[in-house]
């Protein structure tokens, strides 16, 4: 797949994953940095909050990479998908065509099995109506 191809599938989403991974990391590197003196000087629910938080930040920008992959895996396989589908669509495109050949082929035969039935009718009906009635023997 070229690279054209890729920006066009995934568009902004990529790009902007990354940006907001590399600005949560920084801010959770920031905050612990500047805030840990700070922090002693606050009453202590305030600093175990803050601590918590920060180690919320740092793992979600160490577990989103494969967050991400797992994105690219689900779009490759929504495309697989779709060519799957088009594949499909161009089999069933064919085997149409294929049943229109055939019933157009099939269509003198189906008139001449009609002009069959036809004429077996009229002689059954010419045949009856013309037989001579069996004569009967009174004696």
Not at 59 to 77: I, K, M
Not at 94 to 102: K, M, P, R
Not at 106 to 123: I, K, V
């Amino acid at each position: 797949m070229t690279d054209n191809d890729e920006t066009h599938r995934y568009g902004l989403l990529q790009p902007a994953m990354e940006e907001f991974l590399q600005r949560t990391h920084a801010l959770a590197s920031l905050a612990g940095s500047v805030g840990s003196g700070a922090l002693s000087a606050l009453p202590e629910p305030v600093p175990g909050t803050v601590n918590r938080m920060l180690k919320s930040l740092q793992q979600l920008s160490e577990v989103a990479p494969p967050l991400t992959a797992e994105f690219e895996v689900l779009v490759e396989e929504l495309h697989a998908q779709r060519l799957t589908v088009q594949a499909l669509q161009s089999e069933l495109l064919a085997f149409d065509h294929q049943l229109e050949v055939l019933e157009t082929s099939l269509a003198p035969m189906e008139n001449w099995a009609h002009q069959w039935a036809r004429l077996h009718q009229s002689l059954a009906e010419t045949l009856h109506s013309t037989a001579p009635e069996p004569a009967s023997e009174t004696d």
